[in-house]
């Protein structure tokens, strides 16, 4: 039996166990007992890097914020400051999840790196669909990133100030601010941003440029020139949206040529899908992408650190993107730490051994009423499997099963044992299986402390 491997101690998941009652689910997972780990961000500390990841702030609770702040040192808003988030309707903001997440990270001892402010994805209807002269377009861009770069000055470590001007033949991206204003749109965004915050690195970002190919080499050629005119730009974010089994064999000397003209370089969106389900194969394959993206980054002085697109695979922009894939970050989607966890921390210098696998179970109550409330326990495997399971919990306050389907669950006193049914008792590698019991409660209903073996 070990706790969660996820930078708590066991006290912090049991205060973790109250606060989670809102959320309705608890996990512990089997088996491998192993001491504490280094956090990510310690490593990483320790080699001058940063360890990030997107985050959503509404799920900055729980389990979830406690890995957020506990495991990374960098943290980028995926959403909540992008322009239709933050002005939804023209002269009408809203900072509410931006200015959440920037003051976790201050209270987390975190830096922030801004996401973005020149795209041409996620603008408001009103900005996107409008008709807009050259010098609107112009007057409407500087009031954007005056408006966002001042409000947060001096908060921000870094701001993507342009995302994705490219087209994958290095040809410019037609958009609302280049057909509009011509290339020069991102020299024009740069220098309002840097007159905004001049304390914060200023980057282009983009996909699709880690290996050297035409669209890296574009951004190559667009920094250099920037350079020599003497435009702000601190840095290039490779964004490394990757697929297993496939960082470039140039992504180093990719970093490099980037170092080598006077920028630094972040990895700003790391993650790495697979086809699903995951398997134990695939999930080693990940691992080793992982290590080898950390290994170039480590490997180049002016790389600043690596940045994952959401820590947790229940947090992951890729199902709902790519039909059939997934399993793309580092945690699975109940926060078990996977192969490539390890993989980051071994590339950061940590010397921890992975576990050879774990199951865990998930609690939640599906719905509560006032004498009676259902739940449901989800059992899921990475990296390990089962043939036959056994849950346990200890009922806190008094509350009695009266009825379990997927599962035989007998009760003695507050002690709960739910054992598999002829059909379910097998959970693969990368699969789960659910259950479902009602129960009596009266008073409070508190989330218990779940087992599985
Ligand atoms: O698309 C992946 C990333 C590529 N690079 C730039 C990043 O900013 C981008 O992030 C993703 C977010 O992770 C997604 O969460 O950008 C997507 C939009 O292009 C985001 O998806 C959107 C959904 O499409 C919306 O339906 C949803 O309302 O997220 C919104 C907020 O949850």
């Not at 912090?12 to 956090?39: E, I, K, Y």
């Not at 975190?110 to 007057?139: D, F, I, K, M, Y």
């Not at 630094?264 to 699903?276: G, H, K, N, P």
């Amino acid at each position: 039996m070990r706790s969660l491997r996820s930078g708590l101690s066991p006290a912090s998941l049991l205060t973790g166990a109250a606060t989670l009652v809102t959320l309705g689910a608890l996990l512990v997972a089997a088996p491998a007992a192993q001491a504490a780990d280094t956090p990510l961000r310690d490593l990483a500390a320790a080699k001058g890097k940063a360890i990030g990841t997107a985050v959503t702030g509404s799920k900055l609770t729980g389990t979830y914020g406690d890995i957020a702040g506990a495991q990374f040192n960098w943290l980028t808003p995926g959403n909540a400051m992008k322009w239709e988030t933050v002005e939804p309707s023209r002269g009408t903001y809203n900072w509410a999840e931006a200015d959440q997440i920037v003051a976790f990270a201050q209270a987390h001892n975190q830096q922030v790196r801004g996401h973005t402010l020149v795209w041409h994805s996620q603008n408001p209807g009103w900005l996107a669909n409008g008709t807009w002269t050259p010098a609107e377009l112009s007057t409407l861009l500087q009031d954007h990133i005056s408006t966002e770069v001042t409000r947060y000055k001096g908060r921000l470590a870094a701001w993507d100030v342009v995302n994705e001007p490219f087209n994958e033949d290095g040809t410019y991206r037609s958009t609302l601010w280049y057909n509009g204003l011509g290339a020069d749109y991102i020299a024009q965004a740069l220098t309002w941003a840097r007159a905004a915050d001049p304390s914060a690195k200023l980057y282009i970002n983009d996909y699709n440029v880690e290996g050297v190919n035409a669209k890296s080499t574009a951004l190559y050629n667009l920094v250099k020139s920037l350079k020599e005119r003497g435009v702000p730009i601190d840095g290039v974010g490779l964004q490394a949206h990757l697929i297993l089994g496939q960082v470039p064999a140039t992504f180093q000397q990719n970093i490099q040529r980037f170092a080598d003209l006077g920028v630094d370089v972040a990895i700003t969106e790391l993650d790495i899908r697979m086809q699903l389900p995951s398997t134990e194969a695939k999930l080693t394959q990940q691992a080793a992408d992982y290590k080898a993206v950390l290994d170039a980054c480590v490997a180049v002085a002016r790389c600043t650190g690596v940045t994952v697109w959401g820590f947790t695979d229940s947090d992951s922009w890729i199902p709902d993107v790519f039909t059939g894939y997934g399993a793309a970050t580092p945690y699975d989607e109940n926060y078990v730490p996977k192969p490539a966890y390890y993989a980051i921390a071994t590339a950061l210098g940590g010397t921890t051994t992975p576990p050879t696998g774990a199951c865990s179970a998930t609690y939640s109550v599906a719905s509560q009423w006032n004498t009676g409330f259902t739940g449901q326990v989800r059992i899921a495997c990475s990296g390990a499997a089962l043939s036959a399971w056994r849950v346990s919990w200890s009922f806190g306050a008094g509350q009695q099963i009266t009825q379990a389907w997927n599962a035989t669950c007998a009760q003695t006193g507050a002690a709960v044992s739910c054992v598999n049914a002829s059909y379910n008792g097998t959970v693969p590698n990368g699969g789960s299986v659910t259950f479902g019991f009602n129960a009596a409660w009266s008073g409070s209903n508190p989330v218990p402390v779940v087992t599985v073996g």
